[in-house]
């Protein structure tokens, strides 16, 4: 039984005890105390932990009488399956308390409890634990402490972790390379490369040797903090010592210069790889290609992944999306469309719209109208919601002006509205200032009529801008006067306009005070402009603010 478990063949284990516990066989080839902590184990690893009880009350009713290593075998079952309450309920009741015999718990109970309480980042409820072991004459040994050190590296304790290593060698009990790592590693996860450093320079004095997971996690540290002249040292000086770095070490500092565009660097990596016959994986190709992004050279990280190809070394997400910042950084508009169009399509989970903003910055740029309509149609398909960052790149056409920008802007409204997003403040601001700049004052009216209606969502952020861009739009109507008042329609917009604006005037217009009534156009007086309006609806065929007019309203959209 004992074999199946260590070769983790748990059900099998089960399946033994059954036949040598059946009545057909002679008392004396009944399972053993032994083997009945052996079957707690099994059912430990195979998540039975209501079988596990159930096989220790039978022991206790028929026998044969537990021991303290079915106890803890309980116990690790316990904690193995996550349940704490069980675990405590059990090693209180080992004193009697639950059991028909007496049982003391061995520094093995006290080091299963530690454990559990560890792995619930129940740090002081542990060094509890570690004071009820030592009252209870067991002695703490290296497990206990290299425990405890792991649960306060869980918690972000690292001064403590080290000092129960001073504490450990006080006692006699020398901490191992493993307790030191514990350490190292939680300080990696934190970018505390400096503290890393220290320690590893800590373990040398105490004598203890450091292995390549001590500088592995070490380089990492520094990696993640950005300090690749530290990383560069470490990696020299474990290979001075002769320890040789593994993939995960290479690939470490491959990712370390990628970020900083080091790309010397990095293909000195990969040489060093070809040297040691050590196949590079896909994190390494990423990793270069990405050197190559950073350093300005992209048509050299689009050979790499043309290389990796021909290496037979699969292609995944990462490269697939660094191509397509490749091709954008390139300018290739085109083709970095068709390179999103694969990623959208092979993609297991919706892509992010960071990964689509992308391919617009390079539209926006070029003035690139028809591509970032296609951009955005494949973003609305994918169903990504478009953020305020692809909004107000879509709005940012550098090279288009007049009645194009125009009529390109309305395109990307109406193309959300087909899909049910309501156009935001970026786009709200964009088409009514390019209506402006364009002359289209009428435009401009039908835009700000659309807000009215609730057509645009315009946050606070916009507001102070949007009311800058109306006030504008309202002197040029009042400018204007009869040029086109006599159009169909107009009495019933300029009357939602004259309500709108006389509600932003007295303050109501998002709960506080409008800046309007700063602005220089109040040398007209606001209340004279708004009876002029009213007017105008009045004397043009309307009913006044708010009025319906007889007239016709195509919607722009």
Known sequence: MGSYILCDRPASAVEAFSYFSSSQHPPSLRPSVHCYGTLIKAYGQLGQLEAAFETLNGMVKG?????IRVINALLQACVRAGNLTAAQTLFSSLRGAGLCISLQPTGVSFNIM?????RRRKVEKAFKMLLEMRRAGC?????TYTTL????????QFDRAERLLGEMEELGIPPNAYSYNCILYGLAQKLQWGKATRLLQRM?????????????????ACVRARRMKEASALFEEMRRKGIVPNLFVMNTMMSGYAAKGMVDEAQGIMKLLQDMRIKANAMTFSSLIEAFINAGYADKAVEVKRKMEELGVEVDMVVSTQMLKAYTSMGKVEEAIEKLEEIVKEASSPVSSRTF???????SKRGSKEEALRVLGLMLRSRVTPSRTTCQLLSR????QGSI????????ISLLRSHSVRPPGPLYLAVLRASLDAGETELATMVVEERILGKFSVSKQDEEEAEKLEMRMMNLLQASKGNWYDRPGVGKRMGRLGSYFSGKMEGQWGGRTSSLSSSPARSRGYEEEWEYFNDQAYSRGGTGVGAESSGTYDDWM
Do not use: H, R, W
């Open 405 to 412: 920008l125009t009529q390109y802007l309305l395109d990307v």
């Open 149 to 156: 050190v792991k649960a306060c590296v869980a918690a972000g």
């Open 114 to 118: 530690v454990n559990a309480y560890a």
């Open 357 to 363: 903003d992308s391919v617009l910055f390079q539209c």
């Open 204 to 220: 040398e004095e105490d004598g203890v040797e450091a292995n390549l997971l001590s500088y592995s996690y070490c380089i990492l």
């Open 63 to 67: 026998g044969p009488a537990p021991s």
């Open 397 to 400: 056409m550098e090279k288009l």
């Open 139 to 143: 002695k703490p040994d290296q497990i």
